[in-house]
Each structure stands twice: as C-alpha cells, then as structure tokens.
T-cell receptor, first 114, second 111 residues
Framework: AQSVTQPDIHITVSEGASLELRCNYS??????LFWYVQSPGQGLQLLLK??????LVQGIKGFEAEFKRSQSSFNLRKPSVHWSDAAEYFC????????????FGKGTTLSVSS | EADIYQTPRYLVIGTGKKITLECSQT?????MYWYQQDPGMELHLIHY???????EKGDLSSESTVSRIRTEHFPLTLESARPSHTSQYLC??????????FGPGTRLTVT
C-alpha cells in the first residue's frame, strides 16, 4: 500500500537550533517527493521537491531535504530555525505522472521556543 | 503574478443549503485538484481534472460535484450541505510534472 509516515506529530525546537523532520514512504514506483508547509488558516506552500538526480535538494526559506532510497526516507532539515518557521509540515509522495493524487503524511507541527 | 485563488475563505452555513466553493488559477496549468483536509489527518483527494470538460472522482468518497468549463476555473458544489461536510477544502493545480500548488483554502462549517 502506498503511504507516507511522519513519525513525529509535534516537535519543539529552540530558535537558532537545527531541525530535522522525518518522513518515510512506501510507494511502488519511483516517486516524486515533496515537502509542504502550512501556516494556520493558510493553504500549503511548496518548500522543495525531488524528482531525480542529486539526492540533496535545496528549497525555499533555507530548508533542504535528502532522499535516501535505501531507507525510503526524505527527511527535511534546516540548520538554524527561526520563530517564523513555526507551522505544520507535510511530506508528500506522488507518481511521476501529473494528474494523479499526492499522498500526504499526517503532518508534523513545529513549535519554536525562544 | 501566477497564483491560485479560493473564495470564500470562510463559510458558515446551515444544513440543507447549496454551496459552491470557487477556485481559479492563473498558473496556466491544465490539471486541477480538490483536497479535503481535517485536523490531524492527511489531505485526501476528492476530485481532479485533466483539463476542460474533464472531471474525475478522487480516492475519498465525496458528495460534492465539480465542473471544468474553463481552464482556469474549477468550482466545487455541495447540493445539500450537512454537518459531516464541515472541513477545510483545498484547491491545487499542477503542470506537466506532479508538483502541486495550493490555494489558501476554504474552511467550511455546516451547522
């Protein structure tokens, strides 16, 4: 079955500390992988995407993610968290064919403490 | 600026009313989607469209309907709203690759 697991429901990080959000997926074919961020009352904003090639991808707002095929993981990282990063983060996997659904994880809520 | 727009952003409506949630995009994308999002849960696809006059049901059963008469417009209609329809509805579009861009969402409450 196709699925995305985000093991951490809620994470609290001190401002300036590093961040890693975990994402594991189960998918039959070679997937496209995405991370989205959602602030309260807003839609989802695409942070970064992996299609092929270099397994370390850079995104907006200083985020990066690393695709590890052997571990079926696509973890999101940021070296230094800012208070404005507090939001909900969703990992998603999709087929390489547009017009198909993305499969989302349940999300990880990030809180940033001062 | 290319974007995806949804109106209304918030809607509180009584049971039995007919409602239409609007979605339009200036991304130039052919493919559009409606997702339903409940707190603490994954997003679930309820409808999608490959282009004009194309509509398909998604993975999550929904009592809503959609239409695609213009490329940029993909409205979702509930003929008779019920409390079980209370949710957030997100519209998205994608280009040739499957990266999907989302609108701000409509939070619907049916009383």
């Amino acid at each position: 079955a196709q699925s995305v697991t985000q093991p951490d429901i809620h994470i609290t990080v001190s401002e300036g500390a590093s961040l890693e959000l975990r994402c594991n997926y189960s998918y039959g074919a070679t997937p496209y992988l995405f991370w989205y961020v959602q602030s309260p009352g807003q839609g989802l904003q695409l942070l970064l995407k992996y299609f092929s090639g270099d397994t370390l991808v850079q995104g907006i707002k200083g985020f990066e993610a690393e695709f590890k095929r052997s571990q079926s993981s696509f973890n999101l990282r940021k070296p230094s968290v800012h208070w404005s990063d507090a939001a909900e983060y969703f990992c998603a996997v999709g087929a390489q064919q547009a017009g198909t659904a993305l499969i989302f994880g349940k999300g990880t809520t990030l809180s940033v403490s001062s | 600026e290319a974007d995806i727009y949804q109106t209304p952003r918030y809607l509180v409506i009584g049971t039995g009313k007919k409602i239409t949630l609007e979605c339009s995009q200036t991304m130039g994308h052919d493919k559009m989607y409606w997702y339903q999002q409940d707190p603490g849960m994954e997003l679930h696809l309820i409808h999608y469209s490959y282009g004009v006059n194309s509509t398909e049901k998604g993975d999550l059963s929904s009592e809503s309907t959609v239409s695609r008469i213009r490329t940029e417009h993909f409205p979702l209609t509930l003929e008779s709203a019920r409390p079980s329809h209370t949710s957030q509805y997100l519209c998205a579009s994608s280009g040739e690759r499957n990266e999907q861009y989302f609108g701000p969402g409509t939070r619907l409450t049916v009383t």
